[in-house]
């Protein structure tokens, strides 16, 4: 069974600084997606960046890019210029490989970023 | 851009009850799934729906959960009879059929609260 792991709980940044979420995860397939979601405390899950593990070249948007590093099993979540809307609940999430008819994500624990002015 | 939308944001049942959370996924994704968050803990994976039938459950979803997609739009949570410990933030969520790799596109969730 897939696993993600995010050993931070808790992460404060000062606003215009950068910070960087870590996230692990185990898992035997060769190929699978990766993704960061956002939960602001208005609780709806926002998709912040996505990553195809065959891809060697990290992902990036805008503000936001990942540090891949597939035989460490390693996602971090970087945020460059953090901007205090960046507070929220960020998950890691793993998504197995193509199946005709399932994707579904295991998430991990989340890392509450606190953007502080 | 369109939106997963639930119903209700908020749905408060005596222990013992039945209860049916609602969503509308995106008109044109084919794939569905729920969620749960208890409060402080992580996302947990429910179900996942396609072609009018489960394609893959977990462990939490056992005999009292069941889901349905009545008609073209919505696709439902049933809990059958809620226990204390199913109180949690629920969510639902959508991705299209093409490709693979899809992200998944979620509502804002429904707070269910057992009393």
């Known amino acids: 069974a897939q696993t993600v792991t995010q050993s931070q709980p808790e992460m404060s940044v000062q606003e215009a600084e950068t910070v960087t979420l870590s996230c692990t995860y185990d898992t035997s397939e060769s190929n699978y997606y990766l993704f960061w979601y956002k939960q602001p405390p208005s609780r709806q899950m926002i998709l912040v960046i996505r990553?195809?593990?065959?891809?060697?070249q990290n992902a990036t948007e805008n503000r936001f890019s990942v540090n891949f590093q597939k035989a460490a099993k390693s996602f971090s979540l970087k945020i460059s210029d953090s901007q205090l809307g960046d507070t929220a609940m960020y998950f890691c999430?793993?998504?197995?490989?193509?199946?005709?008819?399932?994707?579904?994500?295991?998430f991990g624990a989340g890392t509450r970023l606190t953007v502080k002015p | 851009e369109p939106e997963v939308t639930q119903t209700p944001s908020h749905q408060v049942t005596q222990m013992g009850q039945e209860v049916i959370l609602r969503c509308v996924p995106i008109?044109?994704?084919?794939?569905f799934y729920w969620y749960r968050q208890i409060l402080g803990q992580k996302v947990e994976f429910l179900v996942s729906?396609?072609?009018?039938?489960?394609?893959?459950k977990s462990e939490i979803f056992d005999d009292q959960f069941s889901v349905e997609r009545p008609d073209g739009s919505n696709f439902t949570l049933k809990i059958r009879s809620t226990k204390l410990e199913d109180s949690a933030m629920y969510f639902c969520?959508?991705?299209?059929?093409?490709?693979?790799?899809?992200?998944?596109?979620f509502g804002d969730g429904t707070r269910l609260s057992i009393l």
């Open positions: 990553q195809e593990a065959y891809k060697q």
């Open positions: 729906f396609y072609n009018n039938e489960i394609s893959e």
């Open positions: 999430a793993f998504m197995k490989p193509y199946s005709y008819n399932n994707n579904d994500m295991r």
């Open positions: 008109s044109n994704h084919l794939y």
């Open positions: 969520a959508s991705s299209e059929e093409a490709g693979v790799g899809q992200p998944q596109h």
